[in-house]
């Protein structure tokens, strides 16, 4: 009896280190599926590897202070991604969103298995549909380029373990109207034949969100274990959006109210009956009023607008349609207020851009210009003799972190 009772134990702890052995291999080799789970009628979850997930998000864009939006962090020989790593992952940031690959396929690759592998952060990456390019989304030429872009994307990272989903664009329904907010308008004959601004601005929609559909569906043909998200500005055109987007996963917004969110996952709810992630949220730390820099602010209004979040999450209490959100952003960036001008680019502008009622603590400052570029950091930056700049972690980066560990 003896000798039966030990081949049979030594069977079972056989068969355990086996399964064992099988979880490990399938965790840690090769791409994680990664889907939503429907738990109810809008209430969504998002399943990595079978286990939920909250998206706890940075946007990251870590441009040195005296370089410009044309810097290519993945190849910098410095590697400023691992010190931001280890201080985001002591922060509780598990995903960080960039807005496009670097140049560079092989160094872009070892950025994505460093930061897995090192920190347990992974990337959701982005493509801007070539939306700095002279866009026109009507034209069959700079559509199959864009596309190629796109698709040659996915190709090159989608398996990587370290990849959470794919962001089609960013804000791009700015480019449908005529208006203060207007970036990069293109048109077509037949649509200035339409003759009033709203038909014309509905014709756009639908010539762009049936292209990006279609990038979508192809992706989806090609990596089927990673999501498609389509990146907007608020929640303008989703009426459009919604009839000829089925091949969209989750809708992704940028949404800049202040402390709470409104009426905002309602909407979602409502109007386009996915899963919505945050794309962009945060407040700048520069009070415009005051003249002088804010982190009580940033660090209330992140928090507040969190915890909404987390509220609206398969957890929470409220709406349940909320994936998570990305924070904008990790550090400040000099080079925004003077763009074109170099020596610009080494100053830490002071002056607001634009105005946003929304962030009442300082809307009146001088022509309401309340909204500072440059301050948008969690880590504000200090320029240093050699190496890296010197991150500085405000005030919000600590309250984030009591939120998120």
């Known amino acids: 009896m003896k000798r039966t009772r030990t081949i049979v134990i030594s069977g079972v702890l056989v068969f355990l280190l086996a399964g064992f052995l099988s979880f490990y291999i399938l965790s840690n080799l090769g791409p994680q599926k990664v889907y939503i789970k429907t738990l109810g009628s809008n209430r969504f979850q998002l399943m990595v590897a079978n286990r939920p997930y909250i998206v706890k998000g940075m946007v990251y864009s870590p441009v040195p202070i005296g370089r410009n939006y044309s810097y290519d962090f993945w190849s910098d020989p410095r590697r400023p991604y691992i010190k931001d790593g ?10 960080i969103r960039v807005y496009q690959p670097g140049r560079d396929v092989e160094k872009t690759r070892q950025v994505i298995e460093d930061l897995y592998n ?17 866009p026109n989304y009507a034209d069959p030429t700079f559509r199959k380029m864009v596309k190629k872009d796109v698709l040659d994307m996915v190709e090159s990272y989608k398996n990587e373990k370290g990849i959470l989903f794919w962001i089609l664009g960013n804000e791009n329904n700015v480019s449908f109207s005529y208006g203060p907010q207007t970036l990069n308008l293109w048109t077509t004959d037949e649509i200035e034949a339409l003759g009033d601004p709203y038909s014309k ?18 992706v989806h043909k090609i990596d ?13 055109d989703l009426d459009v959006a919604k009839k000829v987007t089925p091949d969209i996963d989750i809708l992704g917004c940028s949404i800049y109210r202040g402390k709470a969110f409104g009426s905002f996952f309602r909407e979602v709810a409502s109007k386009f009956k996915r899963p919505v992630v945050i794309t962009e949220f945060g407040c700048d730390r520069y009070n415009a009023f005051l003249n002088k820099e804010d982190q009580d602010n940033q660090a ?16 929470g209490s409220a709406v349940g349609n909320c994936l998570g959100g990305f924070v904008f952003e990790w550090t400040d960036e000099w080079w925004k207020f003077k763009e074109g001008v170099k020596s610009g680019w080494y100053v830490h502008d ?9 962030y009442y603590f300082d809307i009146k400052a001088p022509k309401n210009l309340n909204i500072n570029e440059e301050w948008w950091g969690v880590c504000s930056l200090k320029k240093r003799k050699t190496g890296l700049d010197e991150r500085r972690p405000s005030k919000a980066y600590f309250v984030l972190k009591e939120l998120w560990k």
């Open 118 to 134: 090192r920190f347990k952060i992974r990337v959701v990456m982005g493509n801007w549909l070539g939306f700095w390019d002279n």
């Open 300 to 315: 209330e209004f992140l928090k507040a607008e969190w915890k909404e979040i987390e509220k609206n999450t398969f957890k």
């Open 350 to 358: 002071t002056l607001g851009s634009w105005s946003n009622g929304a």
């Open 201 to 218: 601005r509905l014709a756009r929609a639908r010539i762009y969100y049936s292209f990006v559909n279609e990038i979508a569906r192809a």
């Open 86 to 95: 280890r201080l985001m992952k002591a922060m509780g940031v598990n995903t």
């Open 224 to 236: 089927p274990l990673h999501p498609v998200v389509l990146a907007n500005a608020e929640l303008n």
